[in-house]
């Protein structure tokens, strides 16, 4: 039996509303999640109680997004989570599942996966950067992703941007933020990479390669996000225990875009 601490503080959905409430999270507002779970400390129910809890306080106005990105859907030799030996990678590539936008699992962490399959969750089909949403606009913000450039144009990155969107991290830093890569993609010096990876197209099993944001590696993203914080252009506090940051997606985006022009 795991012995829980006796100075732990013990998180419920209400003690979590309350934090929402005073980090400025409110009815109606379209926000999108990162989260870590381990960061809010003991949640009694775990990772469902911290998205009932997200859901009533947006209320039936709001809309919840989160990443259910799948980067073990790519090419393995792209794979961060996890290093194979190179014998493998034929084997990887002849055998890897095609993305499926009802059953892959996504590695964004325990809330994500969770809200993932919450009901009436929805999810953009692209093979390794897919969002989800639940709610009022779910339907607009999800219904476009495009293959190539992934948080840019055409994808759900966007459209938060269009809506006004809000971001909250919770328990986690900006370089989890893929908001910026969309500030990224509006700069005529952003990186880029390949992106590689298995769909059906026509009924046919085939490998795709389209352009994409080049990885950050906590190179930039924490400096812009020290910097926007800095600014007082977002709100803080705690969430359970996890320190937290609520701020409007659009300007993050404008504060961004300047940054990377010049540092990039």
């Not at 389209?210 to 252009?233: I, L, R, Y």
Request: aromatic share 8%; hydrophobic share 40%.
């Amino acid at each position: 039996m795991r012995q829980i601490a006796a100075e732990t503080q013990m998180q419920t959905k209400d003690s979590l509303i309350e934090d929402l409430w005073s980090i400025g999270v409110k009815p109606g507002m379209d926000l999108m999640v990162h989260s870590s779970l381990s960061a809010i400390g003991w949640v009694l129910g775990g990772a469902p109680t911290v998205v009932t809890a997200l859901l009533e306080v947006i209320g039936r106005q709001g809309t919840l997004v989160m990443p259910s990105a799948t980067p073990l859907c790519a090419d393995p030799t792209s794979w961060d989570e996890v290093s194979v030996p190179d014998k493998w990678l034929e084997d990887i590539r002849i055998n890897l599942p095609v993305f499926d936008v009802k059953t892959t699992p996504t590695t964004m962490g325990a809330i994500a996966e969770c809200f993932r399959t919450w009901p009436h969750t929805i999810r953009s089909n692209h093979p390794i950067s897919s969002v989800c949403a639940n709610g009022a606009r779910a339907q607009e913000i999800v219904s476009e992703h495009a293959l190539a450039f992934s948080e840019g144009a055409g994808t759900p990155f966007e459209k938060l941007y269009d809506l006004n969107a809000s971001v909250l991290l919770l328990g986690v830093g900006f370089n989890r933020c893929t908001v910026l890569h969309f500030a990224e993609s509006l700069v005529s010096n952003r990186r880029t990479k390949l992106s590689r990876f298995p769909m059906l197209k026509d009924g046919q099993r085939i490998w795709e390669e389209v352009p994409d944001m080049g990885n950050d590696n906590s190179t930039h993203f924490p400096a812009v996000g020290e910097k926007f914080v800095a600014d007082k252009n977002a709100q803080s506090g705690l969430i359970g225990q996890a320190k937290s940051t609520l701020f409007s997606v659009p300007e993050l985006v404008r504060f961004a875009r300047p940054y990377f022009e010049k540092f990039l």
